[in-house]
T-cell receptor
């Protein structure tokens, strides 16, 4: 299995609080991605990174920010969590060669009350 | 952006039967076509992929076929087993840079013993 660790695995928090999810990889891959998964929507891309300090928005980026200060870590932050951000969040990594697969972590289940 | 439709949304088969899931995409620039399997509580796992210069690829009981003219590709599972029960996603790349994928809505496959 690809060396991807997501933390925490589960979190319950209240509306309006800040939340940071962490993705850590040991593969030294260039690309990293954050997705959210909701019933009926498959996986939707939130943000992605193509290198240290190089990030860009995905399909559903509103209300989220990211940071990547080193190759192995990609952080997803909800500045002020809302109930609509209750979801399962997945991190994925990919090496720099073209048309190579993304490999996924096991997800973080986030509940915002 | 890429529009992806996956059918059927649910599929129920008897053990030993074959299962076929179809994915239709919109972006003719797509050149990478993976299928992922997701088991309960886990992240998606790549099971097979195909690149645009190939029409079919097989790996034991699993195969993927690609029709670029019609813009669809299909997952074929033969001699299904109960452990094949999972959610399956297609995720063409839309010819995008940075390895971004667009996921279908998923197919819940149930294999009855």
């Amino acid at each position: 299995d690809a060396g991807i660790t997501q933390s925490p695995r589960h979190k319950v928090t209240e509306t309006g609080t800040p939340v940071t999810l962490r993705c850590h990889q040991t593969e030294n891959h260039r690309y990293m991605y954050w997705y959210r998964q909701d019933p009926g929507h498959g996986l939707r891309l939130i943000h992605y990174s193509y290198g240290v300090k190089d990030t860009d928005k995905g399909e559903v980026s509103d209300g989220y920010s990211v940071s990547r200060s080193k190759t192995e870590d990609f952080l997803l932050t909800l500045e002020s969590a809302t109930s609509s951000q209750t979801s399962v969040y997945f991190c994925a990594i990919k090496d720099s060669r073209s048309n190579q697969p993304q490999h996924f972590g096991d997800g973080t289940r986030l509940s915002i009350l | 952006g890429e529009n992806v439709e996956q059918h059927p949304s649910t599929l129920s088969v008897q053990e030993g039967d074959s299962a076929v899931i179809k994915c239709t995409y919109s972006d003719s620039a797509s050149n990478y076509f993976p299928w992922y399997k997701q088991e309960l509580g886990k992240g998606p796992q790549l099971i097979i992929d195909i690149r645009s210069n190939v029409g079919e690829k097989k790996d034991q009981r699993i195969a993927v076929t690609l029709n670029k003219t019609a813009k669809h590709f299909s997952l074929h599972i033969t001699e299904t087993q109960p452990e094949d029960s999972a959610v399956y996603f297609c995720a063409p790349n839309g010819g995008t840079s940075y390895g971004k994928l667009t996921f279908g809505q998923g197919t819940i496959l149930t294999v009855h013993p």
